[in-house]
Each structure stands twice: as structure tokens, then as C-alpha cells.
């Protein structure tokens, strides 16, 4: 590896054992985090097919080859391979794999938003609790204890009955019932990072608490929370599929995958391709959630071996 | 799922009270303020819900007076804290109002559903263990082998698959195509109404009657959703169990057995997997609990009369309700689940507790 060269390589850069600044290190732990992340085969899979996904979703106009709204009755319910259609058509003869393209968009905004609005909500409650104690954290925590208790799918069923069937509720009943576990890893970080030294130091520097919280404990915080929200996504998608195939999620005639799975489900015995599809993808994503979830924790947290 | 973690602000002894009382007190007390929240959380549910209760009793054409009337009747015109207690009260004597769509009491409803879905859970449940606890065992003891492979691909096809899905192409592989098990229902329509309903399970009440045409019939209905199920807790079983047979093999004190050279089999299955056994029964009792959830999805698929259909059903003509007994319903099985595991845990596991 040494070269005689004197200026280093970007390589030798990024995986010098001697920063020489704070940014330096950054991109150095980065880089020895991606190699390891490289190695996995399976979690590079997975990060291969999300990677698609949003690409396939970000061109969907140009890879479609119909229009996913356009219905045609005397085309109804042609299997895969008849003229044109790859994957056939559903019950108003439109094609199912334009449908799906399109369906990517919706798969990605539900994800991105959970993985938004999750996360936020439980680091909030989860340091604030941590770093507070007292009451405060006895309040929050048991809060965060009811929504545990609850049976997530149920819960965002009931949610989703009040505010109304749609997909942004259903966005936000999947977050409600999504941010605890959240809360608790966050606020055991909290309690770890809370008393030891360097806090102290910056409190005798006159630190307050709203500085230590969001400049010192978040950033030791999210790590854990990126390992936890890339499994979690997994269940994001079949939680937000299964509220489609109910009827309370995305409405038609939008082609969400779960809620293209509920149409074909009237035609299973005799034209089966119209549910598998969707399904399919469903699978294929979550799946590949699952597997850089995976990889992400041998990388950022490597203790634990155990799944959920 | 991390109640174990649990209390970690209640520390201090009790020097009046033997430490069991206090933690089977605060347990008490911990299930009790959950399960105020849970049914606050769905009362607010119910009260936000934009369907008004009075129209769907009274119908569209009703007068003032007879809309008023119904209004009162309900308890619709106190504060809204008010009608919480007064819904406490209710849920306390096992009364979860009426039904707005047939007008039977919720409760009745969900005993006459409940044993539909225990029947299937309980099954689903023993498959995943039968098959789950001995694929998590083998696949720690032969790590990196192929049988190991197979035990993560079981895992991960589980945990990425929706399980409504997977019960549609069970329907069509096994009923439509190879037509070896019943279809949806719990019964063929033949077998319908002909054995009493002693305990609301059919296979039970079948064997009971001594109607072992009906006991077959039932056996092809259940056996793939009951399948399908199991398939989703063996593979949280199997994968649990592997991670604690893991950490029990890389212990000193397996070194120690095999080097006295007790023979392998005694090693694995009594020193490493007697070791795991409270962990397995609190993880059985979480994968039981989350059948009881994937039922609603399940029950949809199979037109299983259990008390997830009973709720999604209740939700699309919003009998609001049934909606709010059928959640309390689960919500409180879930967490007295959640809680017998904790307990279990704390007793015998002296590492659990503080």
C-alpha cells in the first residue's frame, strides 16, 4: 500500500489513522463504515434495489409503457405477454406494470415521510426524557408505554377511521404508531450519554440543556436510530400495503401496490395475475429494506445479533 | 417488545413490603394506568371520528326532538371527560354499548367472534414453535452452514412478506390449483350448524360432539390460514432462538462440558437450550400476541369470523363501537401478554432483576 508518493491518494486520505480535522475524521469513519458495508453482499442487494426503486420511480413517465389511469374494458383482464402488456392488464384493462411504475412513487413518499416523522418524534420525546428524569420522563415514557401496548396495525386501522381513509392519514396513523420504539432507544442513549465526562465538561462551560440535547446527544443518537429505521421501513411498507388492501390507505384510482392486490383479489382463482404482481414488489422492497437494515447494523452497531 | 427494559426509574426498596409484592404491585399498577391509556386513546378515536353516532340510530328523516333524544340518551351532551368515565364505568362491567349496525351488545359480538381467532392464533402459534424453536437451534449449532442459510432465508422471507398476500397465493396455489384444503370460512357450507356451540372453537366442539366429518372439514379450512400464520411466528421464533443459542454456545461454561466430554446432544439441549427456556416462553408469548394482530389481515383473506374481521368490518360501515370494544379487546390481550412475559422473565431469570 505505501507508495512513494508524498501527496496521498483520496484513498489513503480517507483511511489515514491520523486525521488531521474533525471533518477529516468524519469522511474517514465514513469511508471504513462503507467498506464494511461493501463487503455484505446481501445489504448491497438491497441498497441495488432501493436504488432502482427511486430511479424507477423518478422516471416513471419514460419507463412506463402505458398510461397507468387510462382504461380500456375490451382489454380487460389479459394475462401477462398479451400485446404489449408484460405483466397484463386488471379488471378496467390497465396495465399492470405501468401501475406498478407509477406505484413506486407512492411506496417511496409513504416511506420518506414515516422515515421522517417517526424518528423525529421519538428523539424528541426520548432525550427530553433522558436528559430531564423526573416526572417529565415518567409521563413521557408512559405514553410512549400506552402506544407500545397497542397493537400497531390495529391502532392505525383506528386512526385511519377517525381522520378519514386517504394517504396522508394513512402516512400519519403509520407514524403514530411508529415512534415509540423510537423513543426508547433514544432515551437510553440519552441515559448512557448524559453522565459521562465530556457532558459534564460542557456543562462546566455553561452549556444549557437545549445546546447539550440537540448539539451533543442527537448527533450520538442517530446512529442507532438510522439502524432502527432502515429495519423498521420493512414494516412501514406492509403496514401501509396492508391499510391499502383494506380500503384505508391510498384511494383509487391510484395504483398503490396493496390497494392493486385488494382489486385482484375478487379475480384470484381465475385471473391470478393481477394481485401477484403488486405483491411482488411489495416483497422485493421490504426485502430489500431487511437486507441493508442488516448490513447497517453490522456497520453501525455491531453488539447485538438478534433481529426486531 | 422491550418491556423487560422496563422501571428503570422505580429503584428504591421497600423495606415494609417482600420485594415479589412490590413487583407484582407496581406490575398492577403499571397494567392498569396502560390500559386507562388505551381505551383514552380509543375513546378519542371514537369521538373524532367524522360520522355522527345519533344520524346512524336515528336515521336522516328523524325530527329535532327524537335527534335530541338520542343525543341525551347516549350521554353526548356532557363534556367529553364525562363521557370517558362513564365509558370507564361501562368497559369495567363488560360493556362496550351497542352495536350501531345490529343493535346487539358489542360484547356479545366479540365472545361470539373471539374463539374463531384464538382457535387460529393457538394453532399458528404452535406450528411456529414446533418448527421455529428446533430450525433456531440447529441453525446456531451448525452456524454458517447451509442449514443455517435456509433458517435466514425463512426469516427474512417472513419478515418482507405481506402476509395478505401470502394468504391469497396460498388460496390459489393450494385451493385453486391443487384444491387439497377447504376455501375460505371456517367450515363448507354442509357442515354448517350441525355441532352445538360449547366452546366456540370448532375443532374442539367437533371432537366434543363426536362429529369427526365436521372435525376433518373444519382441519382442511384452518390448515392454511393456521399455516400461514405459524410460517410468520417461525420465523420470529427461529430467529430469536437462534440469537440466544448463540450467545449460550459462546459461553465458558459450554467450553466446560464438552471438555469434561459430555457428549454433544447433552451439551446443546440440556446445559446451552435449558438456559434459554424463560427467554423462548416470553418471545412465544410476544409472537402469540402479534398472531392475534396479523389475524386482522388473515381473517380478511379467509373470511375467518374472528375479531379481526369483526373490526375491520366494524370500521368500513363505522359502527364506532364495535370499532372501540374490538380494539380494547386486543389491546388488553396484548398487554397482559406483554406483562406475562415481563413477569416470567423477572422470576426466573435472577439476572432480570435489580
Known amino acids: ?308 | 417488545m422491550a418491556m423487560a427494559e422496563n422501571n428503570g426509574s422505580g429503584r428504591r426498596k421497600s423495606p415494609l413490603l417482600p420485594p415479589v409484592l412490590v413487583t407484582i404491585l407496581k406490575t398492577v399498577g403499571s397494567v392498569i394506568v396502560t390500559m386507562l391509556g388505551l381505551t383514552f386513546v380509543t375513546f378519542v378515536i371514537g369521538r373524532v371520528m367524522p360520522i355522527d353516532p345519533v344520524l346512524s340510530i336515528v336515521g336522516e328523516q328523524a325530527s329535532k326532538s327524537t335527534y335530541d333524544e338520542a343525543y341525551a340518551a347516549l350521554g353526548l351532551d356532557k363534556p367529553i371527560i364525562v363521557q370517558f368515565f362513564y365509558y370507564i364505568w361501562d368497559v369495567l362491567h363488560g360493556d362496550f354499548g351497542v352495536s350501531l349496525l345490529n343493535a346487539r351488545p358489542v360484547a356479545e359480538d366479540i365472545r361470539r367472534v373471539f374463539p374463531a381467532t384464538l382457535e387460529l392464533a393457538t394453532i399458528g402459534t404452535f406450528l411456529g414453535v414446533v418448527l421455529g424453536v428446533p430450525l433456531g437451534v440447529i441453525a446456531a449449532v451448525k452456524r454458517g452452514t447451509w442449514i443455517d442459510q435456509v433458517a435466514r432465508v425463512v426469516a427474512l422471507v417472513g419478515y418482507s412478506m405481506p402476509i395478505f398476500w401470502l394468504g391469497l397465493m396460498g388460496l390459489l396455489i393450494f385451493y385453486g390449483i391443487l384444491g387439497w384444503v377447504g376455501g375460505p370460512g371456517r367450515l363448507g357450507i354442509f357442515y354448517e350448524d350441525i355441532v352445538p356451540t360449547v366452546t366456540g372453537m370448532i375443532l374442539l366442539d367437533s371432537m366434543l360432539a363426536g362429529e369427526w366429518d365436521v372435525f376433518w372439514n373444519a382441519t382442511t379450512h384452518i390448515v392454511l390460514p393456521a399455516s400461514i400464520l405459524g410460517y410468520y411466528s417461525m420465523a420470529y421464533i427461529s430467529r430469536m432462538t437462534r440469537s440466544f443459542m448463540l450467545e449460550q454456545l459462546s459461553a465458558e461454561y459450554i467450553t466446560t462440558a464438552r471438555v469434561k466430554g459430555l457428549p454433544e446432544r447433552t451439551v446443546i439441549w440440556r446445559h446451552a437450550f435449558g438456559n434459554i427456556k424463560v427467554q423462548l416462553i416470553t418471545v412465544i408469548a410476544l409472537s402469540y400476541a402479534n398472531l392475534l394482530e396479523g389475524a386482522v389481515l388473515t381473517e380478511t383473506i379467509f373470511s375467518w369470523p374472528g375479531i379481526g374481521q369483526y373490526i375491520t368490518t366494524a370500521l368500513l360501515s363505522a359502527d364506532m363501537n364495535a370499532v372501540l370494544g374490538g380494539t380494547v379487546v386486543v389491546g388488553l390481550i396484548f398487554v397482559l401478554l406483554n406483562i406475562f412475559s415481563d413477569l416470567l422473565y423477572r422470576f426466573f431469570d435472577p439476572r432480570a432483576t435489580k
Open chain 1, 1 to 308: 500500500m505505501t507508495d512513494m508518493t508524498h501527496k496521498p491518494t483520496l484513498r489513503e486520505w480517507l483511511m489515514t489513522d491520523t486525521p488531521t480535522s474533525r471533518r477529516h475524521a468524519k469522511f474517514a469513519a465514513m469511508y471504513t463504515g462503507w467498506l464494511t458495508l461493501k463487503s455484505n453482499s446481501m445489504a448491497m442487494i438491497g441498497l441495488g434495489i432501493l436504488v432502482l426503486l427511486v430511479l424507477i420511480a423518478a422516471f416513471a413517465p419514460l419507463l412506463a409503457p402505458h398510461d397507468p389511469f387510462v382504461q380500456n374494458l375490451a382489454n380487460r383482464l389479459q394475462p401477462p405477454g398479451t400485446d404489449g402488456h408484460i405483466l397484463g392488464t386488471d379488471s378496467l384493462g390497465r396495465d399492470i406494470l405501468s401501475r406498478m411504475i407509477y406505484g413506486s412513487r407512492i411506496t417511496l413518499y409513504i416511506v420518506t415521510l414515516v422515515a421522517l416523522i417517526a424518528p423525529i418524534v421519538g428523539l424528541l420525546v426520548g432525550t427530553v426524557a433522558g436528559y430531564a428524569g423526573g416526572w417529565a420522563d415518567t409521563i413521557l415514557m408512559r405514553i410512549t408505554d400506552i402506544f407500545l401496548a397497542f397493537p400497531r396495525l390495529v391502532l392505525a386501522l383506528a386512526f385511519v377511521a377517525a381522520l378519514g381513509a386517504g394517504i396522508e392519514n394513512a402516512v400519519l396513523a403509520i407514524s403514530l404508531t411508529a415512534w415509540p420504539p423510537y423513543a426508547r432507544i433514544a432515551r437510553a442513549e440519552t441515559l448512557t450519554i448524559r453522565n459521562s465526562d465530556f457532558i459534564a465538561a460542557i456543562k462546566l462551560q455553561g452549556a444549557k440543556p437545549l445546546r447539550i440535547i440537540t448539539r451533543h446527544i442527537w448527533p450520538l443518537c442517530i446512529s442507532s436510530l438510522i439502524v432502527r429505521v432502515t429495519l423498521d421501513m420493512a414494516g412501514v411498507i406492509l403496514a401501509a400495503a396492508g391499510l391499502g388492501f383494506l380500503g384505508l390507505g391510498a384511494q383509487p384510482p391510484s395504483p398503490e401496490w396493496g390497494a392493486m392486490i385488494s382489486e385482484g383479489r375478487r379475480f384470484i382463482l381465475d385471473h391470478w395475475w393481477v394481485a401477484t404482481m403488486p405483491g411482488l414488489a411489495i416483497f422485493t422492497v421490504s426485502l430489500a429494506f431487511n437486507l441493508l437494515g442488516d448490513g447497517l447494523r453490522d456497520v453501525l452497531d455491531p453488539k447485538d445479533g438478534g433481529h426486531g
